[in-house]
């Protein structure tokens, strides 16, 4: 098993392709990316052996941009027999020997074709976990939810089609824990716009849930640039958050009704915030050029205005990784000159579209 599977949003292979090779390459592993144009994976395999199981334990999954999950994987297995699918995969599974494996997910690419599979999927995972039990390769006590299984793997087979799948493994700390990469959120009937689950997403993702509280509560102000309807800044009210809520639109009245807002009908490239007040959050999910946003985004760092940012970047243009590392790299060399110490991360969420979420917090 020597290639990394790569999940990600259909249509994105490209900028995975791109990122996977020039990270791999940082730590020097080289090896060269399958693009299938929309299949919602890439295949990158690594020359030398042992070193996709290295980036799959090295290269934080939370630091890949357009990647949703990764896996160890080995060649893709053909033409399972119908009557038999199960014993190939436990073939593959002979060399590993797995040990230290808790759980096996079956699961697919996020494109409509491998979804219609779905359903096989979470059959097949029943007979499948028994039968890798029965050979001693899956052990409760490797089970990722449980921290003491943090340097366990779990086993994955990924399926692509009809009697087609990649067999392989994840490192539990270092792995999506979500079905497809996927987190599930429902839509909260009250919000007022479905935008809201992208900040929903993008607090989950980038901040850890025991430091939600602390980080973002009743006692702070936050600003979100481009705030209309309200689906960004309901995500802030929710949590306790006094925001000015900057647009020139029109703010959902329930939103007004929580007193918990104050809208600005200003431009959000010219707003500041109220003399004497301690911004602590900025939001920003204006349409506009990603370099423009990042200059905005920088100047409300680099002035102070604020502690911690979550915005998104649009990605309407075709070299979508370079417009994405150009900004980063001008947000980090901006925020460095001026002598700040920073938290970066960006991440192509699932409920993004054709763009990306980046969020910075000031240390
Ligand atoms: C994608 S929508 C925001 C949706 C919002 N995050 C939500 O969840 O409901 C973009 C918003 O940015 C606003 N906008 C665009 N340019 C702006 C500017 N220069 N100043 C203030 N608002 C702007 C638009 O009026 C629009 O309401």
């Known amino acids: 098993m020597n290639k990394l599977a790569l999940y990600c949003r259909a249509g994105f292979e490209k900028e995975v392709a791109g990122e996977i090779t020039e990270k791999a390459a940082e730590r020097g592993v080289f090896g060269f990316a399958s693009v299938k144009e929309n299949s919602g994976y890439v295949i990158f395999e690594c020359y030398q052996t042992g070193e996709a199981d290295r980036l799959a334990k090295e290269l934080k999954l939370s630091q890949l941009i357009f990647v949703r999950?990764?896996?160890?994987?080995?060649?893709?297995?053909?033409?399972?027999?119908?009557?038999?699918?199960?014993?190939?995969?436990?073939?593959?599974?002979?060399?590993?020997?797995?040990?230290?494996?808790?759980?096996?997910?079956?699961?697919?690419?996020?494109?409509?074709?491998?979804?219609?599979?779905?359903?096989?999927?979470?059959?097949?995972?029943?007979p499948l976990r028994n039968a890798l039990k029965a050979k001693g390769w899956l052990k409760p006590q490797w089970i990722a939810t449980k921290d003491s299984a943090k340097q366990g793997i779990t086993l994955h087979i990924l399926f692509i089609g009809s009697g087609k799948c990649y067999v392989g493994y994840a490192y539990n700390h270092n792995r999506s824990p979500f079905l497809m990469g996927i987190p599930r959120l429902k839509?909260?009937?009250?919000?007022?716009?479905?935008?809201?689950?992208?900040?929903?997403?993008?607090?989950?993702?980038?901040?850890?849930?025991?430091?939600?509280?602390?980080?973002?509560?009743?006692?702070?102000?936050?600003?979100?640039?481009?705030?209309?309807?309200?689906?960004?800044?309901?995500?802030?009210?929710?949590?306790?958050?006094?925001?000015?809520?900057?647009?020139?639109?029109?703010?959902?009245?329930?939103?007004?009704?929580?007193?918990?807002?104050?809208?600005?009908?200003?431009?959000?490239?010219?707003?500041?915030?109220?003399?004497?007040?301690?911004?602590?959050?900025?939001?920003?999910?204006?349409?506009?050029?990603?370099?423009?946003?990042?200059?905005?985004?920088?100047?409300?760092?680099?002035?102070?205005?604020?502690k911690e940012t979550i915005f998104n970047l649009k990605l309407p243009m075709k070299k979508r990784y370079q417009e994405v590392k150009l900004c980063l790299d001008y947000l980090a060399e901006t925020l460095q000159k001026q002598g700040l110490t920073f938290h970066i991360q960006a991440k192509h969420l699932y409920h993004d579209r054709e763009e990306i979420t980046v969020h910075i917090q000031l240390k």
């Open 69 to 126: 999950q990764m896996l160890v994987v080995g060649d893709l297995l053909q033409e399972l027999p119908e009557t038999d699918r199960i014993s190939p995969i436990l073939d593959c599974y002979q060399a590993l020997n797995p040990k230290n494996a808790g759980e096996v997910v079956v699961d697919t690419p996020d494109t409509n074709e491998a979804k219609e599979l779905s359903l096989f999927c979470r059959k097949f995972t029943v």
């Open 187 to 306: 839509f909260p009937s009250d919000a007022p716009s479905r935008s809201t689950l992208k900040l929903e997403e993008a607090i989950l993702s980038f901040i850890p849930t025991v430091e939600a509280p602390r980080r973002l509560n009743e006692n702070m102000k936050g600003v979100d640039l481009g705030a209309c309807p309200g689906g960004w800044t309901y995500q802030l009210v929710k949590r306790g958050l006094f925001v000015y809520a900057v647009d020139h639109g029109k703010m959902a009245a329930s939103l007004h009704d929580t007193g918990r807002i104050e809208h600005c009908p200003e431009d959000g490239f010219k707003f500041q915030p109220p003399k004497r007040t301690t911004i602590d959050w900025l939001v920003c999910d204006m349409v506009e050029q990603p370099m423009r946003i990042s200059k905005l985004m920088a100047k409300w760092l680099t002035n102070g205005w604020c």
